[in-house]
């Protein structure tokens, strides 16, 4: 596996974005994002502020992805399709 690319990273969306509070106090925020291919990456990020903006956000979530997360490959996915014609629902004998 490689590390995610500008382009792979800018089609991330972001699908988690929380604030962790310690007794009522700022701790960092939990980042969670989905990549083009429908695989899903969270973390905990301290380097951003409480009251960063959604540039930032984005900036800090991108420079992330590319410097510490593996992208994984395209999941299989896995399909069936019936067989009537070959039988289904008759006796076998």
Not at 14 to 39: C, F, P, Q, W
Not at 66 to 73: G, L, S, T, V
């Amino acid at each position: 596996m490689a590390l995610f690319t500008q382009e792979q990273a800018d089609a991330c969306t972001i699908v988690r974005l929380e604030k962790h509070m310690k007794d009522g106090v700022y701790s960092s925020m939990i980042i969670g994002v989905t990549d083009a291919d429908g695989n899903y990456y969270d973390w905990s990020d301290d380097s951003i502020s409480e009251d960063a903006t959604k540039d930032t956000i984005k900036t800090d979530i991108s420079a992330y992805l590319k410097a510490n997360i593996d992208k994984r490959e395209k999941p299989i996915v896995d399909t069936y399709e019936s067989m009537e014609d070959k039988g289904l629902g008759e006796t076998v004998g």
